[in-house]
Structure formats: C-alpha cells, structure tokens
C-alpha cells in the first residue's frame, strides 16, 4: 500500500493510516506535539485540555467493537473541543445492506471532519481515506492485521519517555507476532526512528513467513531472546487462537513465552516491560511483572490519550 | 389527526409531527430558517454552528433503530450547543414493564426540552406531544408508516435549492407508496408547497386503495409515467416486502420499476433525481443514476443537518 | 463495611457509597446543595446549569443496565459542564476476560476524574473507591442489594420538600425490603435524620432475618401499618420474584401489599406517596394512587437531577 496518501502536498500529516513510509521527523512531531497536552505537577501528569478543535466533528466509526479504544479516542476529542459522533456500524445502515462506501458518502454529506476508524478487515482505514472527501481526515483506530497507528505511537512516547535517544536501543516483542497489527505497527515505527535492534520472540506457528523483510531478527527462545534488552513489549494472546491449532495450551504457553520475573532477568537490568492490553494475567505476562517497578504498562495507556490528541490536531489542522 | 396540536396560540411551531395541515407560510419559514445554517466558500457550503439552544436539553427517544437519522439530529442539536442525550428504548425501563406514557412522565421530570422520536407504530410522536408537558416540543423523526416530516422538508428545500419555484414543478415519486411515510409526508408538503402535479408511480399492490383522494396523479409504468418531470423522487424498497407476496423478485421489480438511465431519459432533460438512503443499488435504482449528474441525494444528507437544524430551533425558541 | 473511606481528611465529601456512617450535617448539606441548582419561577421549578466541573470527566460505568438512571446522572454531569464518556461494560474489554480491577486501573490511567459505578455484586463501589487512584471520586449508582444512596437522598429531599422537619416524621417503606438496595439505604438515611419512626410493612418473606438491627418497626399488615404514616415509600415488586416461590401471584400481591386509595386512608391525610420508579400499575400500586393528588413520585425524579448534580459537585471539589 502506498503511505504518499497521509500527507497534504506540504508534507503535512492528512490521515493517519500506517507509521510505514512516514519519515522520522514527522512521527518526532508526533511525539513532540504530545507533550504539551501534559503539565507537571510534582511528579504528578495531567492532561490539559485546548480548544483547538472548536467546531470540529469527529466520528468514531467502529465496525469492530473496542471500548476501552473508542473512549480514548473520545477523550482525546473532546479534550480538544470537538464534537464526537460514536457509530457502532454493526447496528446501522450497513446491516440495511448499505455499502461501505454509501455509509462513508453519507457521513461526509452531514459535515463532519475526520473519521476514527476501527475495522476487522485489514486496508479498511486507507479504503476510507482513498475514498472520502478531501476536507476529511482519517485516523486508522486498528484495521484487521494491518496497523494499528496510534498504539504504536504511543508506545513510541512511552519508550522516549523513559530511554530518550532511540537509536542506542533493543526492544523484543513477543508473542503472536503473525496476527498482530499493534507488532507491525511497531516494527515500522521503532525502525524509522532508528533503533538499534528490533526483536521478535515467538514460536514459529505465530510468525510471518516472510518476517525477516521486515528487518528485525527472530528469536524463539525468550531467556535468550530477551538478552541485551532495553525494552520489552508483551503481545496480548488472543485466546481465539487457542482452538485454531496454533497453539497448545495457555499453560504451555506460558510455560514457555510467558513473562515471569525470573526470565526479566535476562533482559538489562533498567529494561522496561510494555503491553498494549488488556493483559492476559497468567497467559504471556504473570502479575507479578504486569504490577511490578519495570512496567510501563499503565503510562502507556496514560501517554494514548495525549498522543491522540497530538494526532487529532495535526490532522485535523492540517 | 388534527394538527393544531402543532402550532403555539400565536401560530408558530410547538411540535413537527407532520406538514399535514400547516401553511406555505410556515413551511417556507423552516427553508429559510435552514438556509441562515449555511455559509459558502466558492462552491464549497459548510454548517455554521449557532448556540441557540445553549442550556436547552434534547433526547433522542428511538423506539425504533436508525442509527443514520439519529446521527442527523444529533449533530443538528449539537451545532445548536444543546444538551443531547440518546435513548435506545429498546434496551430501557419499557423492557421492565413501564408504559410509554410513564417513561414520557419521566424524562420531562428531568427538565428536558425537546423529544426526538422514532417509534414503529403510527400516531406515536402525535401521542407524546399530545400527553408530554406545555414546556416541550416533539419532533417526529418517523412514525410507522404515518409521518417522517424532516426528511420531508430536506426534501423540500433541496428541490428549492435546485428549481426555484415551486407552482411550476411536476414531481414524481416512485416505489412503494403503501408503506412509506416519506411518501406521505412529500405529498403532503409538495401539495401544500403549491406544486402543478404530484405523480406517483408504483405497482397496483404497493399503493394505498385511497391514493387519489391524497391529490395525486397516479402511474403504473415508468416510462409513461416519468414524461415531463422535473423532480423523481425514489423510494428505498423494504427488502422485507419481497416475501410478502406483493412483489415479484427484486430483479422483476427493478425491471420493472428501477431507475435506469434510459428511463431517467423520459424526464425533463434537467430532471433532478432524490432518495431519502440508504439505497439498494440495482433494486430500485441503477448505479448510474445513483452516482450521476442528476443524482442529488448526498446533497439531501447535507440540507438535512440544516433542516433539522431549522426546526429544532424553530419549535424549542417558540 | 468501613464508610470512612467516603471522607476526605478534612471531613468533606470524596465518595458517596452508602449514607451509612455519614452524618446528619453532611446529609443535610447535600440536601441545601442540591436546594442551589433550582430557580423558582412562580410555582415551575427550572434546573440552574453552572459550569463547577469544567475539565472534569465523569465516566458512566455501568455493569448492569439502567438508562434511566444512567441519564439522570449524564444530565447532572452535563449541566455541571463535565465531559461524560458512558461505558456499557456487558460489551467491553472485561468481557476479553479482564479483571475489574484491570478495567479501572485503566480508566483512572486515562486521566478521568469520577467513576459512577451501577453494578451487580453488592460492594462492588466500595471495592473500587479502595483501589482506585487517590484522584478520582467513586459515586454509587446502586450495588447488588446493598445501597443505592443518591436515590435515598433524592427521596429525603422530597421528603424536606414537603414535610421540613424530620424530628416528628413517621415513614413507611413498602414492599420487598429483603431485595432493595433502595430501602436500605433510605432506612440509614432516615435513621440518621433523625425521624421519629421507620416502618417497614412486607410479607414475612421479604423482610431480611435481622431487620430488627436496623432500627425499624416491622408490620405484616397495611391497613394497621399505615396509621399515623406522613410518608410513603413503596417499593419496586421485582417481578422475577414471582418465580422464586417467595410470592403469591401478582394479583394476590396488590390484594395484600398493593397501596389503594382506601388503603392509603389510613395514613395522615397529608401523607405523601413517594416510589423509585419505574412503577408496576396494579401491582405495588394502583393507578389513582400513583397520578394521585397526594404522590410526589414525579417530583422525586425532578429531585434527582438536582441532588445527583450536588453530590457530583461535593465529591469532585472536595
């Protein structure tokens, strides 16, 4: 898939559909842009609302349904002063037998500014934007496989946050790498802003088979795999996975990809350990490690909601 | 049904349950009233928002699913800076045995100010406003088979917005007459509008046995039917009628009845073509059409934030 | 169960779980506060938006469905101009197998200021007001059958509304006290207040083994119940109890517990009708009764605007 569809013809950012072909400046912008949603009080962070999206609609369009994903992004929108439509299109139009593409006209027809969209069909998300009137913007909230832009920008935050120079850098992700659009989302990311290794630790059933194009090295072995570490990113188990032959039991699993504090140990002793969400306790991280003084885990979901903002506005901007 | 119901003593709008029974005047009032909504960039037309009905609260009361129509109001009463709470009753106190009578007690309990009501059976909204409180309004937004007078009025001023006046104009609607409240709700407002003809064409089983006494002039072949028109107006086709015996196949009824472009030829040559969505392409019209020069019906979508607009502010400053 | 965890060092408001252990000042001063968000004009009561919780954020959480409820609350945070996020938890990430406790340590991540918490399990409210961070306030929305507080307030406002003085107030509570979150949580509220007498008239079956420790005179039988009664409360007949072989038919129910207009003769005559709704006609209560001259149910929901919006603004500056 061409990416040249995100950027205005001023190489600013349109839609955000993929971090792949985005330069690194503009995912720093990013980044950059996040951090003046948040003031400092003490140790204390807090979001600041602005208005800078006053008369601005955005809708959230969930073809697939995702609480916890819809309400940061509704946060985040109304932190900026817009107006937020939420659309669970499992319940409208379409199941009148109305097409995608009819559903998208109409809603573009009633004025609106940017589409977040959230679809179990890998390439929906650039679909709408090839498609969609060129006043509206849109924000890809997890297509199938594909991407899932925002998360992996802002795990991008989180990592800055904590190891400043990205380029000195080893971060391991692990677990089901071959269903994840969070990992290629990722992969993309962490190679554009330059870090030194991108690892991926999984069994071979749960890897693309073309995985080393991608540019990262592959381990099957988490206490070797996490050497050297400086960053550590949990794949959440989908457990649908489990009675498709993928995978043997969630106690073998993780038995042997699980993150239990005793293989922590093999990565660097500051590593931090991330996660996306929501966790599996027991499965492929154990509690000890989710609550304990190396996770991020919780910031991450703090950081969403400025990188969201930060994302919104540049689009919507634009 | 009377319709006094729906004016205030000094004769403006309370309620909009219907056109039936309302003047040129008033009706010509609500187009205006929408067209103060809009401002224009060149060719470009966008929503102003307004807050006048800062501090008012509006609930949409949805007995009946539309997530389509909800959307509308709910963006209408926003740009207005009103309070908008959405009601899927479906899922609410009715379901523990409240009647319909005491959830309406309820809610104006709560000092709401306006009903936006969709309800399966007909007379509904005209039985809210009839029990509900002096201090609120009640907007239909489709009654069973009764009324769906905003979807009316965007009708009426996109065919302003494109023909001027209105005493010169032959319209026709085609489809299923019997079953459609946005039929209804058209003639009534064409004919109070001051049209030269109504005409409407449809097989004999999809018309009401007392079409005529509506003022129309009735066709059942489309060719024929569609000689001198200005404005075709199509109706969505019920995919649940099909099993009810009153239509062949979908194929038949598009042979028969679905506008193609040869047919859209038997039209004036600067015919406009609607469709209140979402529409079955290849059913009841060719994606030609749909998609063409004289297709009009993302511009419908469009007038009708205005027209909602127009009437909320219209019946709530009343 | 501890209440201190509702205060805040300082004595003031920082959850509202259950009126248990609170005292009467501070009940009072939710009352008086609730008084400030009416303005009076002649004998209509209007609702005063003010803007005490600009830049907050409410979330919704609700675990069991109540949009009744929920929209009482939505409407309070609104017209305190609190941003609101409403989330159905049936249909979210802890139906992916997350813990509750997950579920909040991410939402209280999101920067959100106030979880109203409605929920099956009894304690549930408690349990995250103790885990929750130190910044966020916890309302009770209603726990299993253990407390439901801003509806007991909302009733002792209504009951001040008429009767000022509670000192020399006797009050009945009808119905399934064993089930009623309801009714426990008026009962602490009344005793606290001070009145002279708390009566509860029910069925053997539904009265709670140890409903003595409570502080409450106990009647089987209406007509001697009700003498000297200024106030009655009549509860909700969940009618899934009728399967439980705790109750007769629903018939037979009304013969016994319904409240009649014969029966309500035995109160004061000025005695006020009060029910939480939603209200079974000719189950719990006969009709004439609840649009009576003396019921001051409608009122009651009016109220719980007014005192949900002061326990939200207490809580949230505390």
């Known amino acids: 898939m061409t990416t040249d569809i995100q950027l205005t013809p001023q190489g600013t950012l349109k839609h955000f559909l993929t971090p ?95 589409f977040v969209v959230r679809h179990a069909v ?42 400043k ?26 190679k554009i802003l330059g870090v030194k290794e991108v690892r991926v630790i999984a069994p071979k059933t749960l890897l693309p088979s073309k995985i080393d194009t991608l540019g990262v090295s592959v381990s099957h072995d988490m206490a070797q795999g996490l050497e050297d570490i400086d960053v550590v990113i949990m794949l ?25 504090p005793e293989r922590l140990h093999c990565a660097k002793p500051d590593a931090i350990v991330m996660h996306p969400g929501p966790i599996n306790r027991g499965v492929e991280i154990a509690s000890e490690v989710a609550d304990g003084a190396q996770s991020v885990i919780l910031q991450q979901v703090s950081n969403g909601v400025a990188v969201r903002m930060a994302v919104m506005a540049m689009t919507l901007c634009a």
Do not use: W
């Not at 850098?169 to 677990?175: D, E, N, Q, S």
């Open 122 to 163: 890998s390439g929906a998300a650039h679909f709408i934007a090839q498609q969609t009137a060129p006043h509206i913007s849109v924000i890809n909230a997890g297509d199938g496989q594909h991407a899932h832009p925002t998360q992996a920008m802002l795990d991008m935050f989180t990592i800055r946050q904590h190891k």
């Open 165 to 190: 120079d990205f380029t000195s850098l080893r971060v391991a992700i692990v677990g089901d790498i071959l269903h994840s659009r969070v990992a290629r989302s990722e992969i993309h990311a962490l």
């Open 236 to 260: 959440r188990l989908q457990k649908e996975r489990m009675t498709s032959a993928l995978l043997p039991s969630e106690r073998e699993y993780f038995h042997c990809f699980g993150l239990t």
């Open 20 to 114: 792949e072909g985005l330069s690194a400046s503009l995912l720093t912008a990013i980044l950059d842009k996040a951090d003046t949603f948040f003031t400092h009080h003490g140790t204390q962070r807090k979001i600041k609302a602005m208005p800078l999206l006053k008369d601005k609609t955005v809708v959230n369009l969930f073809f697939e349904n995702s609480t916890r994903t819809r309400t940061t992004f509704e946060l985040a929108a109304k932190h900026l002063g817009a107006e937020v439509i939420n659309m669970n299109i499992a319940t409208s139009a379409t199941s009148k037998g109305e097409s995608l593409l009819d559903t998208i006209r109409n809603l573009e027809s009633m004025f609106v500014d940017a």
